[in-house]
């Protein structure tokens, strides 16, 4: 059964839900109804959401959201959990090599006060235990470990350290003085290679001296114990290398999606839906093989979409490119009400996004990958890459979206947006997007349209 | 030349040994002294940092990785003035090889930087000598800790951090004040008037913790070997490794701080002054920016089970007040109501 693309509220999904069950859809385990999401888990905040239409995107929305009761099914089959902290995609691909591990990342906990529309507590929680609203949202993962009624307490706790946010690295410092033990590891700050350095290069284009990938690789090793320890059998090459060649079918599924939405002159998939789609690509959403059949419909829809030349947002939308994760979801949808699109994103996870060497040692490849990362590196690299594909995305605009409290955007926004102006003449700039932002609704709405009419003007 | 340093895990031996004068930006006499426009979130520290950058262009300036702002301060203007900027890159964990070697290399990398500003590569005699004078004069500091009062010791370190030089004044009489931890992030001479609005109130700095004081100042105890020619210092270990490795491996096994994973260290080495010092109270000094100490604030108050005061460095003279009133109603808290 299908429709032309648009937007559902909750209560139009329900409606939509019901003729789709009727038609005979056929949904996995964690299938069911969106609203459901509101009456068990308090996701309250998908009240205020909207959702794209296709069968799809429902079963993206139910995989997200139905992650917690899927790691705390897989606790109770005997798997053991890994909580991977900070590096954002890298990690991960080691642990899935390995059956019968699951990683995930706890960092996720800062959208939970933003879905359940802060009736978690969890950022009031955090402040009794000394991380109050100066610090970053994900303070909101201590909390959730403290209370354990989010996700499952891990089995093992991994966080990188080094060339990270100070106030993540601050909070998983608290959660380990609280009695969670961390296996801490080294990202150093990735800087050019000097004569007479040996220069390795990254994906993405990037270069590091051979001192930084071996140190991270000799990490990694370490991490590799780890890990086999934990699934009572060793980490070798060739698990490795297959680990790696999965985690490359999600990224060139991820690829291709981005090429195909950001790429059309209209929007064939909302904003919204692209963020979740591209954070499937850290940890795969705790399950793997399931990330790839999400992907896949997802890429499935978009194309028929394309090839019927059927959009949910109209050719007429400024090309935006997005720098950074939203902490309230809803903004994404508000930026096209506004009128707008995006057009790309670097929702600082972008090495996670670029394929991982497969015709290297994978340990080596690894680091390559991890050391690759936008936020270890120079602002003026991420900013370098910001510009090849606001030009390759034909953006017209840009927008640095603060995290609040976050020790990165004190100074990236206007390194990024000088790059921007210097190199493209585009129109940027910054906001700060809380995990509520409702009572911010007419600034930001304001801000964003000036905008958006400011590179209107320039076409 | 003046090499400038934003912390004090950049061994100052190895810039001194390439023939520049290190200093420690702390100290500097237009370091944070002033107040300067400030761009919301960012550090007034970090800020004051790249601003000095930005005016001493006859000096280099090693800004350092261990906190996100200083490293992201450094991009601000690395473009601009990328030939006598450094960043430095300082490892947060310091248990393993892998550390060790990314210590190093930076000091290789930093030893090339210095040439090119007209230093010179030096032997591993010179280096040898010179980490002996730094050593020995740490440790004279350190034997010192006790004797001065809070405003004689931050002047004593601080000057060892301009030029390594100790000239320590007769030690001075002590009173019957309420002895107090200062402990947290850099004070810099501009901010020095905390210590005598503390000894104002009746209390007394008996641990000057924060990143430039006592902290700095890593000794014999506890390491595998330091420098030097004194009795119960072990010489310096030219033959076994490459210099800048020892130097790298002996930084690393007595950096004490907030930034390091895990920061076991810093509680340790904490608990024994603390204890020994009987140190009724703690003052966490700390910029607006800066998420690594304020995080620790409950951790210290649950590890020790001493009181703790959040200091802000000042931005203007009219916070002084302000943090007099909150410093009198800490130490009153303490003691009750002087008479």
Request: with cysteine.
């Amino acid at each position: 059964m299908k429709a032309p693309p648009r937007k559902l509220t909750l209560e139009e999904w329900e409606d939509w839900y019901a003729q789709l069950h009727r038609a005979g859809l056929c949904e996995p385990p964690y299938g069911g109804r969106l609203g459901r999401h509101v009456l068990l888990e308090s996701d309250l905040r998908l009240r205020h959401l909207r959702f794209d239409n296709s069968p799809a995107a429902l079963r993206l929305w139910n995989f997200l959201l139905t992650e917690n009761q899927r790691l705390a099914q897989a606790r109770a089959q005997g798997e053991k959990l890994v909580g991977t902290m900070k590096d954002l995609g890298t990690v991960p691909v080691m642990a899935y090599a390995l059956p019968g591990l699951r990683a995930f990342y706890p960092d996720g906990a800062w959208w939970t006060p933003c879905l359940m529309e802060c009736s978690d507590g969890l950022l009031q929680q955090a402040e009794t235990l000394g991380l109050d609203a100066s610090f970053c949202p994900v303070r909101a993962m201590l909390a959730a470990f403290e209370n354990g009624q989010h996700f499952p307490r891990p089995d093992l706790l991994l966080c990188s350290s080094g060339a990270v946010c100070d106030d993540f690295s601050a909070i998983a410092q608290r959660l380990e003085r609280m009695g969670f033990p961390i296996e801490w590891w080294e990202m150093p700050r990735r800087r050019l290679p000097e004569p007479p350095e040996r220069a390795c290069a990254l994906p993405g284009g990037l270069s590091a001296p051979e001192v930084q990938v071996n140190c991270v690789r000799e990490e990694f090793e370490r991490i590799g114990r780890l890990l086999s320890e934990l699934a009572g059998q060793p980490l070798d090459g060739r698990a490795l290398a297959s680990g790696i060649h999965e985690a490359n079918r999600v990224r060139r599924l991820l690829a291709a999606l981005r090429q195909a939405v950001y790429g059309a002159a209209a929007a064939p998939l909302p904003a919204l839906e692209m963020l979740i789609a591209e954070m499937l690509a850290i940890h795969f959403c705790s399950d793997r093989e399931e990330t790839v059949t999400v992907l896949t419909d997802l890429l499935a829809e978009v194309e028929s979409r394309l090839q019927q030349r059927q959009f949910v947002i109209p050719e007429a939308a400024v090309r935006l490119f997005w720098v950074n994760p939203v902490a309230d979801l809803r903004v994404m949808n508000l930026l096209e009400e506004w009128g707008g699109r995006i057009c790309g994103s670097d929702y600082m996870f972008t090495h996670a996004l670029d394929l991982i060497p497969e015709d290297l040692p994978p340990l080596e490849a690894l680091a390559r990958i991890a050391l690759a990362d936008p936020m270890v590196g120079s602002t003026l690299d991420r900013a370098a890459r910001i510009v090849a594909e606001c030009r390759a995305g034909r953006a017209e605009a840009l927008v640095v979206s603060r995290i609040p409290g976050a020790s990165h955007c004190a100074w990236e926004g206007d390194i990024i947006r000088r790059v921007v102006r210097e190199e493209l003449g585009l129109p940027t700039l910054e906001l700060e997007v809380p995990p509520i932002c409702d009572a911010l609704l007419p600034t930001l709405g304001s801000r964003v349209q000036a905008l958006l009419e400011t590179a209107k003007a320039k076409r | 030349m003046q090499v400038f340093s934003t912390s004090p895990w950049v061994p100052p031996e190895w810039i001194k040994a390439h023939g520049l004068e290190p200093r420690g930006i702390w100290f500097a006499g237009d370091f944070g002294g002033a107040p300067l426009p400030l761009a919301a979130g960012v550090c007034a520290f970090a800020n004051a940092a790249v601003r000095f950058a930005e005016r001493h262009v006859d000096s280099a300036v090693v800004f350092t990785t261990h906190c996100d702002q200083l490293r992201r301060g450094f991009d601000m203007i690395a473009g601009s003035y990328g030939g006598r900027l450094f960043l430095f890159n300082l490892p947060a964990t310091w248990q393993s090889a892998a550390a060790e070697r990314i210590f190093a290399s930076e000091l290789e990398r930093l030893g090339r930087f210095l040439v090119k500003l007209r230093g010179h590569l030096p032997t591993a005699k010179e280096l040898a000598a010179i980490i002996t004078q730094y050593s020995l004069a740490r440790k004279r500091l350190l034997e010192a800790a006790c004797d001065l009062s809070a405003r004689q010791y931050a002047e004593a370190i601080a000057r060892f951090h301009w030029d390594g030089s100790v000239n320590l004044p007769s030690a001075s009489e002590k009173t019957g004040s309420i002895p107090l931890a200062l402990v947290g992030g850099p004070l810099p001479r501009a901010q020095w008037h905390v210590l005598d609005l503390i000894e104002g109130a009746g209390g007394g700095v008996v641990l000057n913790a924060t990143e430039a004081g006592e902290r700095s100042l890593w000794c014999v105890a506890g390491a595998r070997g330091t420098w030097g020619s004194d009795a119960g210092l072990v010489p310096f270990k030219t033959e076994s490794k490459g210099t800048h490795e020892e130097l790298a491996r002996l930084y690393l096994d007595n950096c004490i701080d907030v930034f390091q994973r895990p920061n076991t260290r810093l509680y340790a080495w904490l608990k024994e002054r603390l204890t020994a010092r009987q140190v009724r109270g703690l003052l966490l000094w700390h910029y607006v920016g800066c998420d690594l100490w304020r995080a620790e604030a409950q951790s210290l108050r649950e590890t020790f089970g001493l009181p703790v005061l959040l200091l802000e460095a000042n931005e203007t003279a009219s916070d002084l007040p302000r943090q007099a009133g909150r410093i009198e109603a800490f130490i009153e808290s303490l003691t009750g109501p002087r008479t």
